[in-house]
């Protein structure tokens, strides 16, 4: 399908109609929000557009188009494939994960109960965020996360604020790992997507392309799914997105005895961040990690601002490459 | 005088087995209700204990079927898949409204299966359990009804139908 169609297929009538106007090239869309009574926003090669009734996009609000509590209860509709029961639990954490990878979080009331979210009514604001895949854009990463020419592969921590590119960046590293790149041989690689970010699986197949040698473990708890994985599906390499929480440093530790490597995603913004935080403190500290590959928030998403070992020793950095380079 | 013998003996036959068809549709009838019974059980399972959405759903449900019932469902699931800016409750009213006659289903049957697919993936778990139980009992009434007059409506229509071309044929004897 159609990367245009796929998108377009979520909104309201109205807004498709609107966005079908402005003829916006969904490759290049970052981000579009929809606030009740408020103005329909795309983040458009990272510039924030409102859009016109007329299907303009333009700096200034003025004629532009107002999302009503109608369009977004349809676009909820569709987003949920008329099944807003299928998402309670995504619903919880405050977002749905759609084919194509594509990530829309929801904010609205909280129904709590016991000091948990037990459900979310009055839905109010979307943020779709589209996933890109770039294949090769973890080329220049990819030399340093080997132990020599022939080695093992490394354990690796991506750190990046959010909207930096860190899942991209892990996806093309879980492709390359899992094909092989430049002679190195390819291994099996178990990834767990919590999400269904990575992979975006539709119907327990992989929308994107994550090499011939890797076992999705879709939907499924970080710390639960990598000790599934390691008893069953024998990888070599395990991948996750966005760690973070103590449970998913015990795994991480067992997966590491088990002699599996581990690539993962960490929000932060430099190794000192994360040092910071208590539980990353821990990690950084026992030298869990091989590599650190530190993105930045530059011009572009997706630039790698350094390198550094496990002591926190810079390999490569300073210039930043950006996707591709 | 062969001739109406002939003609009364038609006629009879041609009134009797209107009468056994007449019976044959009630018969059918409850086959249906039955078989939809057991489609929206289906349903249920996949949409509680498997979470799946209902597009998806009412798929899997309709190929483990066959008949008006499953065309329907494969329908819904086709439209739902397509995503062409439709709401669920207008394109299962349609497809409901498409098999009208095929269906077998008196129009309060037919009303009340609209209503089940205006409640259907709307807010949570919960809710979708309230909607197929409240639809399944109503399914459950329509069922009994049938059942208990099963025998007699058989033998009424059959009856009728054989009487009533004998009727006929001494009427125009």
Same mark, same amino acid.
Request: glycine letters at 10%; one cysteine or more; charged letters at 25%.
């Given at each position: ?76 509709? *569709?987003?949920?494939? *008329? ?118 699986? *539709? ?50 530790? *067992? ?71 | ?173």
């Amino acid at each position: 399908m159609e990367r245009n169609d796929e998108v377009i297929r979520i909104f309201a009538k109205e807004i498709r109609r609107v966005l079908g106007r402005a003829g916006v090239d969904f490759r290049k869309v970052q981000e579009i929000r929809l606030r009740v009574g408020a103005p329909l926003l795309v983040v458009y090669e990272n510039r924030e557009y409102f859009v016109s009734r007329g299907g303009e996009l333009g700096t200034a609000g003025r004629d532009a188009h107002l999302v009503t509590r109608d369009e977004l209860r349809e676009t909820m509709e *569709y987003i949920s494939s *008329y099944s807003l029961y299928a998402f309670e639990e995504e619903l919880r954490q405050g977002f749905i994960t759609i084919q194509g990878g594509h990530r829309i979080g929801v904010a609205g009331r909280i129904v709590a109960e016991d000091k948990q979210v037990r459900a979310m009514k009055y839905i109010s604001f979307l943020n779709v965020r589209l996933s890109h895949q770039i294949l090769g854009c973890a080329d220049a990463v990819m030399p340093f996360l080997y132990d020599g020419p022939a080695g093992q592969v490394r354990h690796t921590l991506i750190v990046s604020p959010p909207r930096c590119g860190k899942t991209t960046l892990l996806r093309d590293i879980i492709r390359q790992l899992s094909n092989g790149n430049r002679g190195r041989a390819g291994v099996t690689v178990g990834v767990v997507d919590e999400r269904s970010e990575l992979g975006a699986c *539709y119907q327990g197949v992989p929308q994107n392309d994550l090499g011939i040698r890797t076992d999705i473990l879709d939907c499924c708890p970080k710390a639960r799914g990598m000790m599934m994985l390691i008893r069953t599906m024998a990888p070599q390499v395990i991948a996750v997105d966005e760690i973070g929480s103590r449970e998913d440093m015990e795994a991480i530790g *067992y997966v590491m005895n088990c002699g599996c490597r581990l690539v993962a995603t960490v929000h932060g913004s430099s190794l000192e961040d994360i040092r910071q935080k208590p539980v990353l403190r821990e990690m950084a500290g026992q030298r869990m990690f091989d590599r650190y590959v530190i993105l930045g928030a530059g011009s572009r998403a997706g630039c790698v601002e350094e390198i550094a070992d496990s002591r926190g020793t810079r390999l490569w950095g300073l210039e930043g490459m950006a996707y591709g380079a | 005088m062969v001739l109406k013998i002939v003609g009364s003996l038609l006629v009879t036959c041609s009134c009797g087995a209107l009468g056994l068809w007449k019976a044959g549709q009630w018969k059918d009838h409850l086959g249906m209700l039955e078989q939809l019974r057991k489609m929206i059980v289906l349903l249920r399972s996949e949409i509680l204990y498997a979470h799946t959405p209902l597009g998806e759903a009412l798929g899997h449900v309709g190929r483990k079927s066959e008949g008006v019932l499953a065309g329907l469902f494969g329908a819904v699931e086709e439209r739902t898949m397509q995503q062409q800016g439709e709401l669920f409750y207008i394109i299962w009213r349609e497809e409901v409204e498409k098999r009208k006659k095929e269906m077998l289903l008196s129009d309060r049957e037919r009303q009340e299966l609209i209503a089940f697919g205006e409640h259907l993936g709307y807010l949570d778990l919960e809710m979708q359990e309230h909607t197929v139980a409240l639809y399944l009992e109503q399914l459950e009434m329509s069922i009994r009804f049938y059942r208990e007059h099963e025998r007699e409506q058989s033998r009424l229509y059959a009856s009728l139908g054989i009487m009533g071309g004998l009727f006929l044929s001494i009427m125009m004897c």
